[in-house]
């Protein structure tokens, strides 16, 4: 059997194959069906397109998926365990606690204590925000606007705290 009239492997999704060529003398011969796939709806290719679009700024995007997670979560952990609420109320105390830690253990200047107090704000309304969703119900009156207020202040924070340069490497005595 000769190399043109054997099939060749087509790799998948592959729109092009490659036809044998026919000989003058041999009409008779057997046809072939060439079958080339549809091209995917534009809707399907929009959806990949995002879908790429949002892994590639995944880093970026951290602080919504975050929030955009803790919505279910809470709508979860509200229907099956209210008292949960219970235990994000202690734990957004520990925030405040840490800050007050480490101003007291590692004195810094006036923009490290603004960072650190800014931070420590942010996750004690956060896990504040957790611990009433989980208690009271993720879509009770003012919690989806207290949501949205914290995923704007945390993205926000998020985007600029990547864009600042480092001042300078910590040193070894600072990690320790």
Known sequence: MSSRTRSHKVRAGSSTVRI???SRWRRSSTPFVVVVPERPPLSLELL???????????????????ATAAWPL????????????????VAAVLPLGWMVHVNAHRPAGQSASRWRLMSAA??????????LAASFGPTTDPLPL???LITITTQTGWSVLRRMPASRPASRKETH
């Open 48 to 66: 990949a397109w995002f879908a790429r679009l949002l892994w590639r700024h995944r880093i970026r995007l951290a602080p919504l998926a975050l």
């Open 122 to 131: 942010v996750i004690t309304a956060a896990m504040g925000w957790l611990a």
């Open 74 to 89: 809470t709508a979860l952990l509200h229907a099956l365990a209210w008292w949960s609420g219970l235990l994000f109320a």
């Open 146 to 148: 207290t949501w949205l």
């Open 20 to 22: 044998p060529r026919q």
